[in-house]
Structure formats: C-alpha cells, structure tokens
C-alpha cells in the first residue's frame, strides 16, 4: 500500500480523505489528534516539519498543503476527473479552492484559535465576533456559489465530477456551525452539504472521521 494520508479529524484534511475514498485504491489513514499535540511530536514533525495537516505519501514521497495535494490526486487519478480537464475551468477550480484555503479557513481560524494571533486575551472575544461576521460574507458566497451550480444545471461545485470543492464546502460549513452560524441560515448550501454527505466516500471520510455534520446548538 503505497498511499498514505496523515489526517485530523474534521480538519481540512477531509478534503484529500474523500478524494482517497472516491478514487477506490487502498490507502493508509493514519490520524493526527490536533487536541493533543500530537502534530507537534518529533515522529509527525519527521513526516512535516510544519506541523501541518494534511500529509500524503505517496512511495517515498511526501506532499503537503491542499492545493498540490488536490492537484496531484487529480493526476494520480485522472479517470476521476476531480478537475475539470478544460484550461480556464480547471483554473477556475483552482481559483476557488486557494479562496477556499487562504481565506475562509484562516479566518475561521481566527475565531477557533485567536490566542495563535495575538497574545492579549482581552482581545479574543472581539477577534472572534469580528471573524465570525467575516465568516457569515464569505459563507453567503458559497450559498450564491451552490445556487449558481444548481441553475448550470450541474451537480457539484467544480463542474459534473465530484472534486475538492465539493468536500471544502461542507467542512467550511460544518466549521460555521461550531462559531454558532445556523446552517439553515444558507439554505443552498446546507442542502447541497446535506446531499454529498450522503455519497458513499464522503460518508465513509465522515464515519471514519467521526464527524456529524452540525455542531449547531440554538442560543
């Protein structure tokens, strides 16, 4: 088994998961439990120096950050068709999906993890308020993203096939539910997330991962 995924459940790692889990070749997973620490322990820092999930490994090499990894798969497993095979399309993809991970996840990290920018705890509380209104735009774009696939006529964010977007979207949006954002609130978009849930791989990522898809609790 020469493919290996380092993961962290409910991470953004989910996304590189479910691509393993549609591609159908056996695969490794291998979790990192974040709460512990364990991404700082000299064994994972072996693996990434930067502490970060996720890790594939494919043979003797070793592939970091979302982007490549997504890109790679797509490669690896061209049949899939993960990316769209058209010039601007694919670009378009990949343009999406670096918003996905250089935008909504930081400031989502904002919110979950503020001591990580800024050591004055007396601003946390305003960090994360500010963020989690920046977090409520950026999940409206989504929303008019689903919405805008949905009239295409097409079934997932990246075109006909199931990609990186399609996963994204769902961790983006579970992550709102822990900040306190009602899914329903968007309602394309918790209907869309709620539908790829249920597609074998993504179901078999989530078991795998522990995860329910809303951590929502009303005031």
Not at 35 to 57: D, F, I, M, T, W
Not at 166 to 188: C, S, V
Request: with cysteine; glycine share 8%; charged share 20%.
């Amino acid at each position: 088994m020469s493919l290996k995924l380092y993961f962290a459940p409910g991470a953004c790692s989910f996304v590189p998961h479910t691509l393993l889990e549609a591609a159908g070749e056996p695969f490794e997973a291998a979790m990192v439990k974040l709460h512990k620490g364990e991404n700082y322990e000299p064994a994972y820092k072996a693996v990434n120096p930067r502490s970060q999930v996720p890790v594939l490994v494919d043979g003797g090499e070793t592939i970091t950050q979302i982007l490549a990894i997504a890109t790679y798969l797509n490669d690896r497993f061209p049949a899939m068709g993960f990316l769209p095979g058209e010039p601007l399309a694919k670009a378009r993809v990949l343009e999406t999906l670096a918003w996905m991970n250089n935008t909504v996840h930081p400031t989502f990290t904002h919110y979950f993890m503020p001591f990580k920018f800024t050591g004055d705890e007396a601003t946390h509380g305003e960090l994360k308020s500010f963020n989690k209104q920046l977090y409520r735009g950026m999940l409206a774009e989504l929303e008019a993203m689903v919405t805008a696939m949905a009239a295409r006529g097409q079934a997932y964010l990246g075109g006909d096939h199931f990609g990186p977007l399609d996963p994204y979207a769902l961790t983006l949006l579970r992550w709102g539910t822990i900040t306190g954002i009602n899914p329903e609130d968007y309602p394309a978009l918790w209907a869309f997330v709620q539908r790829i849930s249920l597609l074998p791989h993504v179901s078999r990522a989530m078991e795998r991962e522990r995860l329910q898809l809303s951590l929502y609790k009303p005031a």
